[in-house]
């Protein structure tokens, strides 16, 4: 088959109307792909017992919150699920209660750079780093739950649920991360913190 040079002038002018196009392309692909809104993996987790007149342990997570979307959005009570792995079925509820803007181990919540929270907002395609506090959902002080504590050397799974502009999105059937309560070390009224990655990792986003 030999092309005439018609054919290959029609042939090039696709191809190069093709290459044009392809920018547009990608915009539309990004504007219709999903985009999300959720929490990433932690880097480490942190333990303080007696906050706020509560003596239940406190788990604090320097919880990233992704936001792919071109608006901000509002992530509206988060909560996490926290599940022994030795004990089918059973869970325990943590409501995220406040914010730290860092941590260090002997200092007191105000120290700390403390704020009250049970919401965040996410400005567009953007990441939100936060030192986020979770407590045992649980507040009258005549039940054991008031005075919830991490059992020694257990493993946990924490899955995590929160509300998106209004739209309550369940914990999944993925764990956000594991917990290894440590044999010894225990939680206190001093933070304690245990790295899942690298040491240098864990010195650079304390700060």
């Not at 946990?156 to 209004?166: A, L, P, Q």
Request: proline share 9%.
């Amino acid at each position: 088959m030999r092309w005439e040079t018609s054919d290959k002038i029609a042939l090039l002018a696709l191809f190069v109307s093709v290459i044009a196009l392809m920018p547009m392309i990608q915009d539309l692909w990004a504007d219709f792909r999903p985009k999300r809104v959720g929490p990433l993996e932690p880097y480490v987790y942190c333990f303080q017992r007696g906050l706020f007149g509560f003596p239940s342990d406190h788990l604090i997570l320097p919880l990233e919150w992704e936001n792919q979307r071109d608006k901000t959005v509002s992530i509206r009570i988060p909560y996490l699920k926290i599940s022994p792995m030795n004990k089918e079925g059973v869970y325990y509820t943590y409501t995220y209660v406040a914010e730290y803007s860092t941590v260090f181990g002997n200092q007191t919540p105000e120290e700390n750079g403390f704020t009250p929270n049970s919401s965040l907002i996410v400005t567009p395609e953007s990441v939100s780093l936060g030192w986020r506090i979770f407590r045992i959902f649980e507040y009258d002080p005549n039940k054991d739950l008031f005075s919830f504590k991490f059992i020694p050397g257990e493993k946990y799974k924490v899955f995590i649920g929160y509300e998106v502009d209004g739209q309550l999105i369940e914990e999944s059937s993925q764990p956000l991360l594991e917990l290894q309560i440590p044999k010894n070390d225990l939680p206190s009224k001093e933070i304690k913190c245990y790295n899942r990655h690298p040491p240098e990792l864990l010195k650079r986003i304390r700060g």
